[in-house]
């Protein structure tokens, strides 16, 4: 826009500066001639025609460089890791039949459950304790179940499936394997 108005701006002394200048003269009829002034508007609508160009391929080059961002981004959640996603299945199959054993194969104890005031279990029988009922509450398994594994990214602490909470997160083991290590509600 400040271009715009700069060469506006330009237009209108350029004229003023011709008309100063004495840039009529009268030929054997009498005739005015313009030509200056008219050289000088064409000269500067040249230059205004140029200044839009150019803003133009700011804005083109400033949305093309959005699209790539924007095509980074979805290039990068679909690079998810396989093992990942199939581990984030086997967590997704086993939250929506309610199976506290298959959920149990897949935890690294110790892991915390956040189950009222939220406490660490130690092991298998610890979660049985719990019991099916409390793990596999209605939030929990809808919130599973609606959570896309392909949109899955490591964030500190591991992998987390559940926009918000409840939720439950794994991570990548030393040995390589996956394992839950928290599900918080």
């Not at 009529?24 to 002034?37: F, L, M, P, S, Y």
């Not at 391929?57 to 980074?72: I, P, S, W």
């Not at 996603?85 to 054993?101: P, R, T």
Request: aromatic share 4%; glycine share 8%.
């Amino acid at each position: 826009m400040k271009k715009k108005i700069a060469a506006m701006t330009l237009c209108i002394c350029m004229g003023l500066a011709v008309t100063a200048c004495g840039g009529q003269t009268e030929d054997a009829a009498g005739a005015v001639q313009t030509k200056d002034i008219v050289q000088a508007e064409d000269a500067a609508a040249e230059e205004a025609d140029e200044v839009e160009t150019a803003e133009k391929q700011e804005v083109t080059a400033a949305q093309n460089a959005a699209a790539d961002t924007v095509d980074d981004a979805a290039a990068d959640a679909a690079a998810v890791d396989p093992e990942v996603i199939a581990f984030a299945d086997q967590v997704k199959e086993a939250v929506a039949a309610k199976d506290l054993d298959a959920l149990s194969a897949l935890i690294t104890y110790p892991v915390y459950v956040g189950i009222g005031e939220g406490s660490v279990v130690e092991s298998a029988d610890g979660l049985a304790e719990i019991g099916a009922e409390a793990v596999f509450d209605d939030s929990l398994v809808s919130a599973i179940d609606a959570f896309d594994n392909a949109t899955l990214t490591e964030v500190g602490a591991g992998y987390v499936m559940g926009d918000g909470k409840p939720n439950v997160t794994f991570n990548k083991q030393e040995d390589g394997s996956f394992g839950i290590t928290g599900i918080n509600y």
